[in-house]
């Protein structure tokens, strides 16, 4: 993964997927267009997810395809890659998708689907979820394997309506070893400091639609939110943690950069200094 530590062209803003740029198979208005507009300016962009099921190629296809954005592989950060990062010994034991069994074999793991055997369990989204699948990753974990979420988003949203997330899937396993597994996607530490290596100096500004996740992820010095009311978060108030900024979709959040930007940050604050909560919008 030596491709996550390249060093960016300037400041970089870190954007979610879905509900942000994408909901299901549908593009959200103008996201072409923002992002575009954000490289046009010189900023870096990284798409982050905690999507555990797709690997950063499909990611990279489904932005083309729906949104008609040309990213690049090195372009995504998945809760998989990250969860991948946290393992300290195999074999292991996954329960999840494609992206999840990717990004275990590519960090150099063999897998097992024996819990005697196994040392360590990956749980993220399983849209195949069967009883046997939460059987076998229970057992393991309460014969000794550690165990690692991907990701804890309850749902996930979909252009029908929100559907049962990575969070869903990983509570069924806690709940029959009686163990709190590690997370790995946001807004864990380990996520946070994956970004802040690829980016060390500069402004990171997040856009993003679920405060516990995305707007908790930007709860860091240099750090700047964005909350945008496309995705899971119907309307800005009373939200916890509380962003910087909070607008209707992804132009409004591109316009907002690109102006904070173009008048130095506003007059008397700094590049990557974060707002006082009294003004923020």
Request: with cysteine; hydrophobic share 45%; proline share 6%.
């Amino acid at each position: 993964m030596a491709h996550l530590f390249a060093r960016p062209l300037s400041d970089a803003v870190v954007c979610d997927l879905d509900g942000v740029v994408y909901r299901g198979e549908r593009s959200m208005p103008g996201a072409r267009d923002a992002l575009a507009a954000l490289e046009g300016a010189g900023l870096s962009v990284l798409f982050v997810t905690n999507n555990s099921a797709r690997e950063p190629a499909a990611v990279v296809d489904k932005l083309l395809r729906i949104v008609g954005y040309p990213a690049r592989v090195e372009q995504v950060i998945t809760s998989s890659l990250v969860a991948a990062s946290l393992i300290e010994a195999g074999p292991v034991l996954i329960m999840g998708e494609s992206g999840v069994e990717t990004a275990v074999r590519a960090a150099g793991y063999e897998l097992t689907d024996d819990p005697l055997t196994a040392e360590t369990v990956v749980v993220g989204l399983d849209r195949q979820l069967s009883y046997s699948g939460v059987t076998r990753a229970a057992a393991a974990v309460r014969a000794g394997a550690r165990l690692i979420a991907t990701n804890r988003d309850p749902t996930f949203p979909s252009e029908t309506g929100l559907l049962p997330g990575a969070g869903a899937c990983v509570a069924a396993v806690e709940t029959a070893a009686g163990v709190r597994g590690v997370t790995a996607g946001k807004p864990s530490r380990a996520m946070r400091q994956l970004v802040e290596q690829r980016y060390p100096a500069g402004t990171i500004w997040m856009i993003g639609d679920r405060p516990d996740t995305d707007i908790a992820l930007a709860d860091a010095p240099r750090w700047r939110s964005i909350l945008v009311l496309t995705g899971v978060t119907a309307s800005g108030d009373r939200v916890d943690p509380s962003p910087d900024h909070v607008v209707d979709g992804l132009p409004d959040a591109v316009r907002l950069i690109l102006s904070e930007r173009s008048e130095g940050a506003g007059e008397g604050t700094p590049s990557g200094a974060r707002a006082d909560p009294s003004e923020r919008h």
